[in-house]
């Protein structure tokens, strides 16, 4: 089992800059993959981010350039850097773990981050 809980999400004026964090507890050697995925209301969740176990980084089109997401050495936490924010990316951001083999995925509790213009 893996518990994911995150912080750092709110209220950014555009252009701004905020950081998710998402601290992993449990049994954290079995993950292969964490990463943050955005749900806009009225919209499907989508990736945002991707980091594999050993760092290989992936990034949805639209946030190349401006998130970076990376962790700790202990890889237990997991942080998403936004800079340049933009309205559009008002959404609920949930952290997620995919672990080795066929087990289901874990999520975080869901953080807000408001964008205004």
């Known amino acids: 089992q893996v518990q994911l809980v995150e912080s750092g999400g709110g209220l950014v004026q555009a252009g701004g800059s905020l950081r998710l964090s998402c601290a992993a507890s449990?049994?954290?050697?079995?993950?292969?993959?964490m990463g943050w995925y955005r749900q806009a209301p009225g919209k499907q969740r989508e990736l945002v981010a991707t980091i594999t176990w050993r760092d290989v980084t992936n990034y949805a089109d639209s946030v190349k350039g401006r998130f970076t997401i990376s962790r700790n050495s202990a890889k237990d936490t997991v942080y998403l850097q936004m800079n340049s924010l933009k309205p559009e990316d008002t959404a609920v951001y949930y952290c997620n773990a995919h672990p080795f083999g066929n087990e289901d995925d874990y999520w975080g509790q869901g953080s807000q981050v408001t964008v205004s213009s």
């Open positions: 449990g049994n954290i050697f079995s993950i292969n993959v």
